[in-house]
């Protein structure tokens, strides 16, 4: 079992900045990859970005690519998301998610993994 931990979220205003942070403990080194989720009010559980937690590889939804950058510290076992250049329908609770399944693909889809953040509040003002 691993626990997840965000933290960062906010209020920003649109084109502002803010970088989300998600330790990892219990059984952090049999991660095998970590993604980012995010859930608007009203709408449903939406990929934001995945990271191999073994190769480093990453990929980016197509509504955050060149915004959002996943990355990671293996030492501190700790997943990042910086987002820049927010947007108000970027608002959403973030939250982070990892698996121990080691596939030849980066997990996309919120069944691909086990354990899951508490999450926290990203809030963008127009």
């Known amino acids: 079992q691993v626990q997840l931990v965000e933290s960062g979220g906010g209020l920003v205003q649109a084109g502002g900045s803010l970088k989300l942070s998600c330790a990892a403990s219990?059984?952090?080194?049999?991660?095998?990859?970590m993604g980012w989720f995010r859930q608007a009010p009203g709408k449903e559980r939406e990929f934001v970005a995945a990271?191999?937690?073994?190769?480093?590889?990453?990929y980016h939804a197509d509504s955050v690519k060149g915004r959002f950058t996943i990355s990671r510290d293996t030492a501190k076992n700790t997943v990042y998301l910086q987002m820049n250049s927010l947007k108000p329908e970027d608002t959403a609770v973030y939250s982070c998610?990892?698996?121990?399944?080691?596939?030849?693909?980066?997990?996309?889809?919120?069944?691909?993994?086990?354990?899951w953040g508490q999450g926290t509040q990203v809030t963008v003002s127009s």
């Open positions: 990271i191999s937690w073994i190769t480093g590889s990453i």
């Open positions: 219990g059984r952090p080194s049999e991660i095998a990859a």
């Open positions: 998610a990892s698996t121990f399944d080691r596939r030849s693909w980066l997990p996309l889809t919120d069944q691909e993994y086990q354990s």
